[in-house]
């Protein structure tokens, strides 16, 4: 599968972006997608997921609250509703897509990756 993630930008703080993560492929709806992010000098984390065996859902404490993953089948695309944006969550997000019928939080957990698209947001 490939992915496709748009919707970054400059947005100052306490706004909301919408990110998308557009996916090819016939079976999008049996791949979890993931959304992770990487900020200037740290580490890739993991944002949020959304699972297609149960449906769930998970978020990183972080972004809990402010952040919601949702998904349309029928449109192969995956969205990140952000709200309430903090300086600290300026980072290049990446979204990422995996099979298995359960994954987890890490991004070893996840097979295929997009490119990023780059969030900033000013105080």
């Known amino acids: 599968v490939q992915l496709q993630a748009s919707g970054g930008g400059l947005v100052q703080a306490g706004g909301s972006l919408k990110l998308s993560c557009a996916a090819s492929g016939r079976t999008f709806s049996r791949y979890s997608i993931g959304w992770f992010r990487r900020a200037p000098g740290k580490e890739r984390e993991f944002v949020a997921v959304?699972?297609?065996?149960?449906?769930?859902?998970s978020y990183a404490d972080s972004v809990k609250g402010r952040f919601t993953i949702s998904r349309d089948n029928a449109k192969n695309t995956v969205y990140l509703q952000m709200n309430s944006l903090k300086p600290e969550d300026t980072a290049v997000y990446y979204c990422?897509?995996?099979?298995?019928?359960?994954?987890?939080?890490?991004?070893?957990?996840?097979?295929?990756w997009g490119q990023g698209t780059q969030v900033t947001v000013s105080s």
């Open positions: 959304t699972r297609w065996s149960d449906y769930t859902t």
């Open positions: 990422a897509a995996d099979g298995r019928f359960w994954v987890g939080l890490t991004h070893d957990d996840y097979e295929y």
